[in-house]
C-alpha cells in the first residue's frame, strides 16, 4: 500500500555552543564511525520546534504539556464562569481529569521550613496549592475545553466530584474528550499516559538526534567576573568559573508519517470537519518550526543563531530513509575550506547511490541551500527558497490526501 512520507535532511553549523548538555553540563556527544561528535538530542530539537510552533498555529491548534492540568483545567473554567474561584473549581477539576486519564491527582507536598522562618503547615495554610499530576500529561486546547465544559456542569449540580465522575455516562464523556480532537503537537510527537494506554498518541514524526559530520574536541572556556563595587585597591574577581562548549556541522534528519498524521488530526471530527487543510497546516508548521528552531542551552552565552546551510525535503511513498550513512566516514579535517563544502559532497554522492541501489527514489525533492559551497547539492532537485518549499510540500501532501478520498 502506498504511503506518504515527508523527510527533512538539514546540515547546519554551529559556531562555539553548548546547546545540549549533559548531566556534567558539557556538550552531549556521541562515537559514530569510531570516532566522537557532537551530538544535540532529538528531545531538544523536538521541544524547540514545538516552542516555535507558538508563533506558526493558532493556540486553539496547540497542546500544553504539564503536571499542573489541574490549575490548567481551572483556568479555563474561570474564563466561562468568572464568578467561581480556584479553590471551588480545583476538586471537580482533578476528578474530572483522573476520569479522563487515569492519572494519579494529588495536592504535591512541600518540605518542612524550608524556605524562611514559616513551619511546613503554615506554608500549606498560607499558600493552599492545586492537585498535581505525578508526571506530565499532555493535552490539546479542545481537549481542555470540553473537559472544562463537562467540570462547569458538575459544578452547576452543585455533585460532589467524586460521585460525579462515576457517573458512566460522565466518565465516558472524560474519556472520549481525552481521546478526540488532538492537536498539531500531539499527533505529531505523541502522547504516552502510563495509566490510560487507550488515550496513548503514536508520534507521527520521528527525529533523530543530531550528529557532526565529523570529529569534535571538547574546548574549555574560564571565564572571571568582576565585582563593581570593589575599589581599585581590591584585585582579583568576584567570581571565576568554566563552561564547556564545541563547534560543529550538524547533520539534522526528521521524518513525518503524513498518513497517521492525517489518522490522529482526524480523531473525534465529525465527516464534514474532515479534510486535509489540517494536516498541510500542520506540515507546514513543522518544517518551518524544525527548519528555524535552535534549542536555548547556553544561547545567552554563545549567541550560536544560526541558519542551516542546506535544507532537503523529499516526498516518499515507502518508507523513511535518512542520509547519516553519508557521514559514518567523518569529513576531512584540517582544510581551509571547512565542513560544509565537504559534507555536501558527501550527501550529494551517498543520496543517488542509496536510492539506485534499493530503488527508492523520491516522488518529489526540493532543496533550500546557501552560497557556493552547497553547489553539489544542486542537481537532486528543486531549488527553492524556505518559504516556495513550505507552500509547495504542504500543498503536495494536501493534493495526496485529497486523491485518497
Not at 72 to 94: G, K
Not at 122 to 138: C, D, G, I, M
Not at 260 to 280: F, I, K, Q, S
Not at 284 to 302: D, R, V, Y
Request: aromatic share 4%.
Amino acid at each position: 500500500m502506498s504511503r506518504t512520507i515527508l523527510d527533512v535532511h538539514i546540515l547546519q553549523t554551529v559556531p562555539p555552543s553548548n546547546i545540549n548538555r549533559d548531566d556534567t553540563g558539557a556538550p552531549k556527544s556521541a562515537v559514530y564511525g569510531g570516532v566522537r561528535r557532537s551530538r544535540v538530542s532529538s528531545q531538544a530539537w523536538k521541544r524547540a520546534t514545538r516552542k516555535a510552533f507558538d508563533g506558526l498555529l493558532d493556540p486553539a491548534e496547540l497542546g500544553v504539556r504539564t503536571k499542573k492540568v489541574v490549575d490548567t483545567l481551572t483556568a479555563r473554567v474561570i474564563m466561562r464562569e468568572a464568578s467561581l474561584t480556584t479553590e471551588q473549581v480545583w476538586p471537580m477539576a482533578a476528578e474530572i481529569i483522573q476520569a479522563a486519564t487515569g492519572a494519579k491527582i494529588e495536592t504535591p507536598t512541600r518540605k518542612a521550613a524550608a524556605k524562611g522562618n514559616k513551619s511546613g503547615a503554615e506554608e500549606e495554610a498560607a499558600e493552599p496549592k492545586a492537585p498535581q499530576s505525578s508526571y506530565l500529561l499532555f493535552l490539546s486546547a479542545r481537549q481542555l475545553d470540553a473537559l472544562a465544559e463537562l467540570a462547569i456542569e458538575g459544578i452547576g449540580k452543585k455533585a460532589e466530584p467524586k460521585v460525579f465522575v462515576k457517573e458512566a455516562e460522565v466518565k465516558a464523556r472524560a474519556k472520549k474528550a481525552a481521546a478526540t480532537r488532538h492537536s498539531v503537537d500531539i499527533a505529531l510527537f505523541g502522547r504516552m499516559v502510563a495509566d490510560t494506554t487507550d488515550i496513548n498518541v503514536d508520534a507521527a514524526a520521528q527525529v533523530a538526534h543530531a550528529l557532526s559530520v565529523h570529529p569534535v574536541d571538547l574546548e574549555t572556556d574560564y571565564f572571571t567576573a568582576v565585582d563593581d563595587q570593589n575599589s581599585d585597591a581590591e584585585a582579583g574577581a568576584g567570581m571565576i568559573g568554566t563552561v564547556d562548549f564545541n563547534s560543529a556541522t550538524l547533520y539534522r534528519y526528521a521524518a513525518v508519517d503524513i498518513d497517521l498524521l492525517a489518522t490522529n488530526l482526524d480523531a473525534g471530527l465529525a465527516d464534514e470537519e474532515r479534510t486535509g487543510e489540517p494536516v498541510r497546516r500542520a506540515v507546514e508548521a513543522f518544517i518551518e518550526g524544525f527548519t528555524l528552531s535552535m534549542p536555548t542551552g547556553k544561547l545567552n552565552t554563545f549567541g550560536n543563531n544560526t541558519l542551516p546551510d542546506a535544507v532537503i525535503v523529499k516526498l516518499r511513498s515507502a518508507r523513511p530513509v535518512s542520509f547519516v550513512g553519508a557521514f559514518e566516514n567523518p569529513v576531512a579535517q584540517g582544510t581551509a575550506e571547512g565542513h560544509v563544502r565537504a559534507a555536501c559532497k558527501a550527501l550529494a554522492d551517498h543520496i543517488p547511490a542509496v536510492e539506485d541501489a534499493f530503488g527508492a527514489p523520491a516522488d518529489q525533492t526540493w532543496i533550500v541551500r546557501v552560497g557556493s559551497r552547497t553547489q553539489d547539492l544542486a542537481a537532486l532537485g528543486e531549488q527553492v527558497t524556505l518559504p516556495e518549499l513550505i507552500t509547495r510540500a504542504g500543498q503536495a501532501v494536501a493534493d495526496r490526501l485529497g486523491k485518497r478520498g
